[in-house]
């Protein structure tokens, strides 16, 4: 083998080292947390993939917890192709779950269900796009830098839903009314019945097709392309003459719409109403599996799957092993991801060295 075949398998490998880092890391903190709380890591292990791909129920199951992650995905996906990082899909989420069961149940009560589901999703998304909206301006016209405006929306966010669910809805029991019948996504059950009982339904087949819609809009249209180039050097698209900063504000309303759409899976397709707290926790997760699927449609949909698998399999083992121990796991997977991606990123033979700061944008007169 020459020299020039010894350099190009490394370099053929390195796109799967995330993949790899996080299959191979999954296992070894598995035992390791098993040995802490006393489990034989085979038995352990043997549970999880029992209550999860083991039954059509824990397949079910995996499915649903994996499409809310899908959505907040690609809204982080959709950000970061531009240069963004929307840390805020968090609130977005929130309150575009808020707002979508709100109108949900306040629809006639024979609402037809394309009319009722198209104008609940209708709702979130723009509620989400509305929340991005605002560090979206921010960082166009004032320079601030959206991670810092996101993370403090996402406060915000926290704070105004239990206000909003008991002042302004009076819903002492901090969850809205059920949506009408007609807004209410089919069960994935109804087409497979060994699904049954699981809260998988269509929203999962339309996060994928979504996955994929969302690829081709970035590399085909128009607006998408040029949202990947400012990603890629905002300064010659400035100066090639394209609208910079408006085309920042597009791309982070964009992502916030997409992330305020997860609400098709836990509202319409499975609890038929908001509550407080429905859906935390997939915002952050989302960024480790944009991450995790490095830009491609099926990359962020398998990597989903992983971690709606790592999801159902806290609560498969829970008779054992705390489920905050897999709350613990999932969080090492996203450090030992982001630290893949960027040895990944790095050139041959050289050590991932800090990127300088990015150059804000400049204030608009």
């Given at each position: 083998m020459?020299a ?6 490394p370099?053929?490998l ?6 790899l ?6 296992i ?6 098993s040995?802490a709380?006393?489990?034989?890591p ?10 999860t791909?083991?039954?059509p ?8 917890k ?12 959709v950000?970061m192709?531009?240069?963004l ?6 609130g ?9 069961g709100?109108v ?7 609402t037809?269900?394309p009319?009722?589901?198209t104008v609940?999703?209708?709702a979130?998304?723009?509620?989400g796009?509305g ?16 991670i810092?405006s ?24 901090l969850?809205t009314?059920s949506v ?8 994935l ?5 060994a699904?049954?009982g ?12 979504l996955?994929?819609g969302?690829?081709?809009?970035l ?5 998408g392309?040029e949202?990947?180039?400012i990603?890629i ?7 090639e ?15 916030g719409a ?5 609400m ?7 609890k ?8 935390a926790?997939a915002g952050?997760?989302?960024i480790a599996v944009?991450?995790l ?6 990359g962020?949909?398998?990597a989903?799957?992983?971690f709606?698998?790592?999801?159902q ?7 054992r092993?705390?489920?905050e121990?897999?709350d613990?796991?999932?969080a090492a ?5 982001a630290?893949a991606?960027?040895?990944?990123a790095?050139?041959?033979g050289?050590v991932?060295e800090?990127e ?7 204030v608009?007169?």
């Amino acid at each position: 083998m020459s020299a020039g075949d010894k350099r190009e398998g490394p370099a053929v490998l390195r796109p799967l080292l995330p993949a790899l880092l996080a299959f191979f890391g999954i296992i070894l903190l598995l035992n390791l947390i098993s040995f802490a709380f006393g489990q034989a890591p085979l038995t352990t292990l043997r549970l999880a993939l029992a209550g999860t791909w083991g039954t059509p129920y824990g397949v079910g199951q995996v499915l649903f917890k994996s499409t809310p992650l899908i959505f907040t995905a690609l809204a982080f996906e959709v950000a970061m192709r531009s240069g963004l990082f929307n840390i805020g899909a968090e609130g977005q989420v929130a309150l575009g779950s808020l707002a979508g069961g709100v109108v949900g149940a306040h629809l006639p009560a024979g609402t037809p269900w394309p009319v009722a589901v198209t104008v609940c999703i209708a709702a979130a998304a723009l509620t989400g796009a509305g929340v991005a909206l605002i560090p979206a301006l921010m960082r166009a016209r004032l320079g601030v830098h959206e991670i810092i405006s996101t993370i403090m929306l996402n406060r915000i966010v926290e704070v105004l839903l239990p206000f909003v669910l008991v002042t302004v809805l009076g819903a002492a029991s901090l969850r809205t009314a059920s949506v009408v019948p007609g807004a209410a996504l089919l069960k994935l059950d109804r087409v497979f019945p060994a699904l049954r009982g699981s809260a998988a339904s269509v929203a999962f087949p339309l996060a994928v097709a979504l996955a994929f819609g969302v690829d081709a809009l970035l590399r085909r249209s128009r607006r998408g392309r040029e949202m990947r180039w400012i990603g890629i050097n905002a300064a010659a698209c400035r100066a090639e003459g394209i609208d910079v900063p408006r085309r920042l504000v597009q791309a982070m309303l964009l992502s916030g719409a997409i992330a305020g759409g997860a609400m098709a899976a836990t509202v319409l397709g499975y609890k038929g109403y908001y509550e407080l707290g429905l859906g935390a926790g997939a915002g952050f997760t989302g960024i480790a599996v944009a991450l995790l699927g490095r830009g491609h449609p099926l990359g962020i949909v398998l990597a989903a799957v992983l971690f709606g698998t790592l999801q159902q399999a806290g609560l498969a083992i829970n008779a054992r092993i705390p489920k905050e121990a897999m709350d613990v796991l999932a969080a090492a997977v996203i450090l030992l991801v982001a630290v893949a991606n960027r040895a990944a990123a790095a050139p041959p033979g050289k050590v991932a060295e800090p990127e300088p700061a990015p150059v804000q944008p400049e204030v608009a007169s």
